[in-house]
T-cell receptor
Framework: KQEVTQIPAALSVPEGENLVLNCSFT??????LQWFRQDPGKGLTSLLL?????REQTSGRLNASLDKSSGRSTLYIAASQPGDSATYLC???????????FGPGTSLSVIP | EAQVTQNPRYLITVTGKKLTVTCSQN?????MSWYRQDPGLGLRQIYY???????DKGDVPEGYKVSRKEKRNFPLILESPSPNQTSLYFC??????????????FGPGTRLTVL
């Protein structure tokens, strides 16, 4: 059974710092991996999707990498801003037709 | 505007009173899904649908029903709600013709309280 964990559970950094969020999964047979952002009381917003054949994806100050063999993905946020404060979640489906398993999330606080 | 809408946004009900939470998307997406989010348990998938008339169980389907009679709508039905179904519910859709191969777009959420 696929299990997804995220470390750290919470993170507080001063504005301007570069930071890394981690996502680990126990079953490397994944179809893709998606990173989401969730603001308090709101729905999820997709940040990046990495297909299983890819190693990384970039969007602006965000870079996500995927290492299937080790069951890990990292989300790198460059030059963090207070507006980046949110909970970040990763999610994996085993196949495109399978259910999606989410990690518990990392709560990020960027201090001005 | 492309979006996933859910109604109602907030609902307080009593044990055993049947209710339906509607979900609609205007993006012609094939894939739709329901999740619940609980403190300490995170986001868990309830049901998903690859296309019209095709639905499958997620991780926590007990106590829920869904239907997909039209591509745009995917209602979540609680036939006999119980207090342990108090939660924040999210509907999502994805354009992928091959299931969840593409980005998922989430609705704003429905906060349900069952007394």
């Amino acid at each position: 059974k696929q299990e997804v964990t995220q470390i750290p559970a919470a993170l507080s950094v001063p504005e301007g710092e570069n930071l890394v969020l981690n996502c680990s999964f126990t079953d490397s047979a994944i179809y893709n991996l998606q990173w989401f952002r969730q603001d308090p009381g709101k729905g999820l917003t997709s940040l990046l999707l990495i297909q299983s054949s890819q190693r990384e994806q970039t969007s602006g100050r965000l870079n996500a990498s995927l290492d299937k063999s080790s069951g890990r993905s990292t989300l790198y946020i460059a030059a963090s801003q207070p507006g980046d404060s949110a909970t970040y979640l990763c999610a994996v489906p085993k196949t495109s037709y399978d259910k999606v398993i989410f990690g518990p999330g990392t709560s990020l606080s960027v201090i001005p | 505007e492309a979006q996933v809408t859910q109604n109602p946004r907030y609902l307080i009900t009593v044990t055993g009173k049947k209710l339906t939470v509607t979900c609609s998307q205007n993006m012609n997406h094939e894939y739709m899904s329901w999740y619940r989010q609980d403190p300490g348990l995170g986001l868990r998938q309830i049901y998903y649908s690859m296309n019209v008339e095709v639905t499958d169980k997620g991780d926590v389907p007990e106590g829920y029903k869904v239907s997909r009679k039209e591509k745009r709508n995917f209602p979540l039905i609680l036939e006999s709600p119980s207090p342990n179904q108090t939660s924040l519910y999210f509907c999502a859709s994805s354009p992928g013709v091959a299931g969840v191969s593409d980005t998922q777009y989430f609705g704003p959420g429905t906060r349900l309280t069952v007394l």
